[in-house]
Each structure stands twice: as structure tokens, then as C-alpha cells.
């Protein structure tokens, strides 16, 4: 679970690299052809320097969870969420983004849609995790080159997994350089 939830951290950071009216869609795609699509375009390269995200769930339910065990995850998440995180992107990461940023390892992920243009983003990834779990997110939002805001929505579940749905809005902004 807290790799999903990196994911929605990490996910809506790179967004805020992105701003001009050049357009990436794609359907059926890897995170990693994602992110080659995405840097191809330079007006939707990072901008470098110092990031502040923050993360705050609006709905957490988990209708498989024994009595009173959902309610304790719902706090500590709702919790940890709220907090602000601070990143540094420097030139060379901003310039050649890794596809395990968009969202998951290779294999393990692929976008049904994925597109950025105009200020917008709209996402749908479905990931499929050992044992049979799968996820799916859903990411709608939009951005500049130094900020954005996004909301997702996300659903676990699968054989052997317990049932979760998620709803987060993601919102970062270009703080300064980074610390030397």
C-alpha cells in the first residue's frame, strides 16, 4: 500500500514540469514510453530546483477490513498524507526523466490513457501486483511549470486483496533552488 501511495506523491511532482500547449496522448502505454513522450517534448520538462508537494486524502473506504482495523489505517494514512514533502530536482533528472516515475516498475504498470496538453492532465494506469492484486488510478488535474494540483482516485482490490478505494488531491509548487 505504500507504494501506491508514493506513486500518487511522486506522480502528480512530475507534473509540474509541464505548462506549454504541446500535447502528449497516449493509450496502452508503459510508464517508461510515457516518460520518453514526455521528455521528447522539452516545454514538458521538470523545472528544475526545490518542490513542495503535498498530499490530502478526501475519502478513504475499505469495506473488506475487519471492524475497527479500517478506521485506525484511515487515520494514520489521513495522517501521514497531510504533510508537506520537500524534493530537489536537479537539471539532470529534470532533463531525462525515468519511466518508474510515472507510475511503477515496467511490467507492472501501463496507462489505458495518458494526456498532457494545455495545462491539463488526464490519466487512467492500471498496475497488477504479486499474488494477484491490481490497482487502477485515476489522475485529472492541471498545471504550470511551477505548480500543479491534481486529484486522484484509486482502487485496489484483486484475488487475495482487500478492497480499497482512495481519493487524494495532489498539489505541488516550485519553491527555489536547491540547497547547495
Known amino acids: 500500500m505504500a507504494n501506491w501511495g508514493l506513486a500518487l506523491c511522486v506522480g502528480g511532482l512530475l507534473l509540474a514540469g509541464c505548462g506549454k500547449t504541446d500535447e502528449v496522448a497516449l ?15 522539452e516545454a514538458m520538462r521538470l523545472e528544475p530546483g526545490q518542490w513542495e508537494t503535498r498530499v490530502s486524502v478526501s475519502d478513504i473506504a475499505m469495506p473488506d477490513m475487519p471492524a475497527g482495523v479500517g478506521d485506525q489505517v484511515k487515520a494514520a494514512m489521513k495522517t501521514q498524507a497531510n504533510t508537506a514533502i520537500t524534493s530537489c530536482i536537479t537539471p539532470e533528472q529534470a532533463a531525462n526523466p525515468e519511466g518508474k516515475v510515472f507510475g511503477g516498475g515496467e511490467g507492472q504498470c501501463r496507462y489505458r490513457r495518458f494526456v498532457m496538453a494545455g495545462g491539463r492532465i488526464d490519466a487512467e494506469m492500471d498496475c497488477s501486483g504479486a499474488g494477484g492484486g491490481a490497482v487502477t488510478l485515476k489522475t485529472e488535474g492541471s498545471f504550470t511549470p511551477t505548480s500543479f494540483e491534481v486529484e486522484n482516485a484509486m482502487r485496489m482490490g484483486g484475488v487475495g486483496a482487500p478492497a480499497m478505494s482512495m481519493k487524494a488531491k495532489v498539489s505541488g509548487r516550485r519553491i527555489g533552488q536547491c540547497p547547495a
Open 27 to 41: 493509450t496502452n502505454a508503459s510508464p517508461r514510453e510515457v516518460a520518453a513522450k514526455v521528455d521528447a517534448v
